[in-house]
């Protein structure tokens, strides 16, 4: 050891002192008569190991979470909807046009409409949606034929029109491609407004549309924008869906269009449909990020007693690197860099760990289908690793193992020439 350090006890710049602390460092963790991972060390490091994966699970679970209800909402009702809610001043093309000199983040615009009606059989009765689409440019707008899973995406009018149901709702009536049911609207009598009269009409099913969340699966029928407006005996249409270049630009852009539209309009994006879920979201990602922190930091601190205790051992080399010179910063330092090339290397495997659990999840939430749609509102989560997750994690796992590297680092500090040369 004498002969290295005598080497290299006088770097010529910080770069050479930095690389020499380094290695002198992983030489302390690595040399076989002193190392550091002997005995329940090794209990330490992998409650590091394991507290880094399951956070970059539990951020991967909450970010798939999220992404997977925005994705399922964008694709169904578009970016943002605009609704008029006064007397028709101008065709839909024409405001179109308006808006888009406004606000050139929008991309294009489908209109829809929307009949409320009930759908009984198989002894069974509930209430659906009816959405009727522009079918000339649905496909512009709306994502809805790459959740095809089975049938095709046709939409046709007359007196038996094809129309597409969610997943949930055809298998709620134990309906299949092809097969004829019938709905019930309810309509305002011509005669008493506060009446109404029955439409009931006979629908061809012509594919399944898997939603991706519960409450469109098991509610959604969807259908022409012609049949909706022959149902309803009206040529107008409800509003306009539209589809932005950028998706998290929604917010922002709507609260803007509903000061410069006024009252006559009603403008949402895509986070009003569920509000409220996405901020309970972003609050327990944030609950879910500490409580699963507090594994990490009790591993760090595990991981700073196994260093004590090496510093301990290290009384003779301490008391010779002082000798030969060093000074207490750069024992400091050196001991430091120990915790850091730990919380290195317990990151490293962490996050390596974490998406192997990922893979594991994905593939079990696949063939066991255990997350419930009636509480989560999704029947599976596409999990979603982020760099931004990854990053924070990383900053803060090192952060936490420099820390709890103190004590240890200015205790050998700490230690005279004297006191080292008696302990060899």
Same mark, same amino acid.
């Given at each position: 050891?004498?002969?290295?350090?005598?080497s290299?006890?006088?770097?010529?710049?910080?770069?050479?002192?930095?690389?020499?602390?380094?290695?002198?460092?992983? =030489?302390?963790?690595?040399?076989?008569?002193?190392?550091?991972?002997?005995?329940?060390?090794?209990?330490?490091?992998?409650?590091?190991?394991?507290?880094? !994966?399951?956070?970059?699970?539990?951020?991967?679970?909450?970010?798939?979470?999220?992404?997977?209800?925005?994705?399922?909402?964008?694709?169904?009702t578009?970016?943002?909807?605009?609704? *008029?809610?006064?007397?028709?001043k101008?065709?839909?093309?024409?405001?179109?046009?308006?808006?888009?000199?406004?606000?050139?983040?929008?991309?294009?615009?489908?209109?829809?409409?929307?009949?409320?009606?009930?759908?009984?059989?198989?002894?069974?009765?509930?209430?659906?949606?009816?959405?009727?689409v522009?079918?000339k440019?649905?496909?512009?707008?709306?994502?809805?034929?790459?959740?095809?899973?089975?049938?095709?995406?046709? +939409?046709?009018?007359?007196?038996?029109?094809?129309?597409?149901?969610?997943?949930?709702?055809?298998?709620?009536?134990?309906?299949?491609?092809?097969?004829?049911?019938?709905?019930?609207?309810?309509?305002?009598?011509?005669?008493?407004?506060?009446?109404?009269?029955?439409?009931?009409?006979?629908? =061809?099913?012509?594919?399944?549309?898997? #939603?991706?969340?519960?409450?469109?699966?098991?509610?959604?029928?969807?259908?022409?924008?012609?049949t909706?407006?022959? #149902?309803?005996?009206?040529?107008?249409?409800?509003?306009?869906?539209?589809?932005?270049q950028?998706?998290?630009?929604?917010r922002?852009?709507?609260?803007?269009?509903?000061?410069?539209?006024?009252?006559n309009?009603?403008?949402?994006?895509?986070?009003?449909? &569920?509000?409220?879920?996405?901020?309970?979201i972003?609050?327990?990602?944030?609950?879910?990020?500490?409580?699963i922190?507090?594994?990490?930091?009790?591993?760090?601190?595990?991981?700073?007693?196994?260093?004590?205790? &090496?510093v301990?051992?290290?009384?003779?080399?301490?008391?010779?690197? =002082? !000798?030969?010179?060093?000074?207490?910063?750069?024992?400091?330092?050196?001991?430091?860099?120990?915790? +850091?090339?730990?919380?290195l290397?317990?990151?490293?495997?962490?996050?390596?760990?974490?998406?192997?659990?990922?893979?594991?999840?994905?593939?079990?939430?696949?063939?066991?289908?255990?997350?419930?749609?009636?509480?989560?509102?999704?029947?599976?989560?596409?999990?979603?690793? *982020?760099?931004?997750?990854?990053?924070i994690?990383?900053v803060?796992?090192?952060?936490?193992?420099f820390?709890?590297?103190?004590?240890?680092?200015?205790?050998?500090?700490?230690?005279?020439?004297v006191?080292?040369?008696?302990?060899?």
């Open positions: 050891m004498q002969t290295f350090l005598h290299a006890a006088k770097p010529t710049n910080n770069w050479s002192q930095l690389k020499f602390l380094v290695w002198l460092s992983s =030489k302390f963790l690595l040399s076989k008569s002193k190392a550091l991972f002997q005995g329940t060390a090794w209990v330490s490091f992998a409650g590091l190991i394991l507290g880094v !994966a399951c956070l970059v699970l539990s951020m991967a679970v909450m970010s798939g979470f999220e992404s997977t209800l925005k994705k399922s909402v964008a694709d169904v578009g970016h943002m909807r605009i609704r *008029r809610m006064g007397p028709e101008e065709t839909w093309p024409a405001f179109f046009t308006r808006l888009q000199a406004q606000e050139p983040q929008i991309k294009d615009y489908v209109r829809y409409a929307y009949l409320e009606g009930v759908l009984a059989g198989q002894g069974k009765i509930t209430g659906v949606l009816f959405q009727g522009d079918t440019k649905v496909s512009e707008v709306l994502n809805l034929k790459s959740r095809i899973v089975a049938g095709e995406f046709k +939409l046709s009018e007359g007196d038996m029109p094809d129309v597409l149901l969610g997943k949930g709702l055809a298998q709620q009536f134990q309906l299949k491609v092809g097969d004829q049911f019938r709905i019930v609207f309810p309509m305002p009598s011509d005669l008493d407004p506060t009446q109404f009269k029955r439409k009931v009409v006979t629908f =061809k099913l012509a594919g399944l549309l898997d #939603l991706g969340a519960k409450g469109f699966d098991e509610r959604m029928v969807v259908g022409s924008l012609q909706a407006q022959r #149902l309803a005996d009206t040529e107008r249409s409800s509003g306009i869906f539209i589809r932005l950028e998706l998290d630009k929604a922002e852009i709507s609260t803007r269009l509903s000061r410069t539209l006024g009252a309009y009603q403008v949402s994006d895509w986070r009003d449909l &569920n509000e409220n879920l996405f901020e309970a972003q609050i327990e990602r944030i609950v879910v990020f500490f409580v922190l507090i594994i990490v930091i009790a591993a760090a601190f595990n991981v700073s007693s196994t260093l004590y205790i &090496n301990l051992k290290r009384y003779p080399d301490i008391g010779v690197l =002082k !000798a030969m010179g060093f000074s207490k910063k750069r024992i400091v330092q050196l001991f430091s860099l120990q915790g +850091l090339l730990m919380g290397l317990g990151l490293v495997l962490g996050v390596t760990l974490g998406w192997i659990m990922c893979q594991a999840f994905s593939w079990a939430e696949v063939f066991f289908s255990f997350i419930p749609s009636s509480v989560y509102k999704l029947d599976r989560i596409d999990l979603n690793i *982020r760099f931004v997750d990854i990053a994690i990383s803060v796992t090192l952060l936490i193992c820390l709890a590297t103190l004590t240890p680092a200015l205790r050998g500090a700490s230690l005279t020439v006191e080292g040369i008696k302990n060899d």
